[in-house]
């Protein structure tokens, strides 16, 4: 199983986790928000040692679904993306995209 792969088992174990517990929705951006952060720290490490990387498709993704606070809490702590221009602005989009959403849904929302 290469990081990828884990990546997306522990989203799905993240979401399947969230709706057990009483507050979905929040413990959704909790939960998001720290693996996103771990993986962040796993991707530090593994450019540092020269290991198989998480795809950035991958560290978007987890933008776009809610781990955007742990995201940019990992760039901080880890030191990790805060130079790669291209990536900066990707993850900015990727921020406003779930930001947006989390609004509409809040607004429109029965």
């Known amino acids: 199983m290469n990081l990828n792969s884990l990546c997306y088992f522990l989203l799905v174990l993240t979401a399947v986790g969230s709706t057990l517990l009483p507050h979905p929705l929040s413990t959704?951006?909790?939960?998001?928000?720290?693996l996103t952060m771990l993986i962040y720290g796993a991707?530090?490490?593994a450019a540092r040692k020269a290991w198989?990387?998480?795809p950035e498709s991958t560290l978007l993704l987890f933008g776009v679904v809610g781990?955007?606070?742990g995201?940019?809490?990992?760039?901080?702590l880890f030191r990790h993306k805060?130079?790669?221009q291209p990536f900066r602005t990707y993850f900015m989009i990727t921020v406003v995209v779930n930001v947006v959403l989390l609004l509409a849904a809040w607004r429109f929302w029965p």
């Open 71 to 76: 995201a940019i809490l990992g760039q901080q």
């Open 43 to 45: 991707d530090k490490l």
């Open 52 to 54: 198989r990387r998480v």
């Open 82 to 84: 805060t130079q790669k």
């Open 67 to 69: 781990g955007w606070p």
């Open 28 to 34: 959704w951006f909790v939960l998001a928000s720290v």
